[in-house]
């Protein structure tokens, strides 16, 4: 069935050093994704998105870089900051906005 | 801001008890999604309205799960009869259309099943 999934459920980096964070994905007709943000006790809150007809994606100070041919995206974090600190996932759009959660990662930041 | 706001921000039930669950997505926005997250795991899908006809409730675990929308806008998944399983945080997310906008979450309920 559907999955998507993470390499790593935790991830500690010093502050300001950049971090990456993998995911990889089981469906081969999936054609857009999107990373999310969850700090602890809040909801997940989008950060970027990545269609299949691009490989990578910018946005402020974070990079999605997209393999279709082994299914891997990651995201990148240039200078982690302490308020990066949080879980990170990527997720599937499967139709009717229906998203496909991986587990997470928890990305820790050492000052 | 006028995010989604959702409540309770916590809930304690005994077992066997009811609860109801409220979401008030981000105005205008045509469609609400409710989802399940377990500690330590990923939010996983329950169900989606559009307006207020439910179009999905694939993923609705039994039949003691009920979710309402009645006039378009706010919200309720009611839990009947709830368990120890039941527990855990539920999310609920707006969006302007259903597929490929960008999904914007409350900050859930933490239901407790005693």
């Known amino acids: 069935g559907e999955s998507v999934g993470l390499h790593l459920p935790t991830l500690s980096v010093q502050e300001g050093d950049n971090s990456i964070i993998n995911c990889a994905y089981s469906n081969s007709a999936s054609d857009y994704f999107i990373w999310y943000k969850q700090e602890s006790g809040k909801g997940p809150q989008f950060i970027i998105d990545?269609?299949?007809?691009?490989d990578k994606r910018q946005g402020q100070r974070v990079t999605v870089l997209l393999n279709k041919t082994v299914k891997h995206l990651s995201l990148q974090i240039a200078a982690t900051q302490p308020g990066d600190s949080a879980v990170y996932f990527c997720?599937?759009?499967?139709?009717?906005?229906?998203?496909?959660f991986g587990q997470g990662t928890e990305l820790s930041v050492k000052p | 801001g006028a995010g989604v706001s959702q409540s309770p921000r916590y809930k304690v039930a005994k077992r066997g008890q009811d609860v109801a669950l409220r979401c008030d997505p981000i105005s205008g926005h045509v469609s609400l999604f409710w989802y399940q997250q377990a500690l330590g795991q990923g939010p996983e899908f329950l169900t989606y309205?559009?307006?207020?006809?439910?179009?999905?409730k694939s993923g609705l675990p039994s039949d003691r799960f009920f979710a309402e929308r009645p006039e378009g806008s706010v919200s309720t998944l009611k839990i009947q009869r709830t368990q120890q399983e039941d527990s855990a945080v539920y999310l609920c997310?707006?969006?302007?259309?259903?597929?490929?906008?960008?999904?914007?979450f409350g900050n859930g309920t933490r239901l407790t099943v005693t």
């Open positions: 309205f559009q307006n207020e006809a439910q179009l999905d």
């Open positions: 997310a707006s969006s302007l259309v259903g597929d490929n906008s960008p999904l914007h």
């Open positions: 990545i269609r299949s007809n691009m």
């Open positions: 997720a599937d759009p499967v139709g009717g906005g229906k998203l496909i």
